[in-house]
């Protein structure tokens, strides 16, 4: 029995020479992936920490009229942190505009800013 046991630890043995380059490999893999990981994780902090700071807190609709622009309402609904063209710009995806024309007797969606929100109710 005893030769048995030899000889079957033996071939065990050899593989576990045999795997440890793998489990090096596997483990150079699984740094790779972690590195790859946390620099997607820091560029993706950053590029979010470096667009315009907005709180939207909901939408109001108003009626365009006669003479308005997109850029004359972004001017009249501004939005904390953000320039009036950016207001614009969130105004039109907010409608699913294409374009910055925007024809008279047309409700728009204009997001509203958490602090215009608690002013408003007043």
Do not use: D, F, Y
């Not at 490999?25 to 902090?45: D, F, K, T």
């Not at 009626?63 to 904390?80: D, H, K, Y």
């Not at 958490?114 to 002013?119: F, T």
């Amino acid at each position: 029995m005893n030769a048995i046991c030899a000889r079957n630890e033996a071939p065990h043995s050899a593989l576990a020479a045999r795997r440890e380059p793998r489990s090096e490999h596997a483990s150079s893999m699984e740094i790779a992936i972690a590195v790859v990981l946390l620099i997607l994780l820091i560029l993706g902090a950053l590029i979010t920490a470096s667009g315009p700071k907005s709180h939207v807190s909901g939408v109001r609709t108003i009626r365009v009229e006669a003479g308005q622009t997109l850029w004359s309402i972004a001017r009249s609904n501004p939005m904390p942190g953000l320039t009036t063209q950016q207001t614009a710009e969130l105004i039109a995806r907010t409608n699913g505009l294409e374009s910055g024309l925007v024809a008279a007797q047309t409700s728009l969606r204009v997001p509203v800013a958490a602090s215009a929100k608690l002013v408003a109710r007043r």
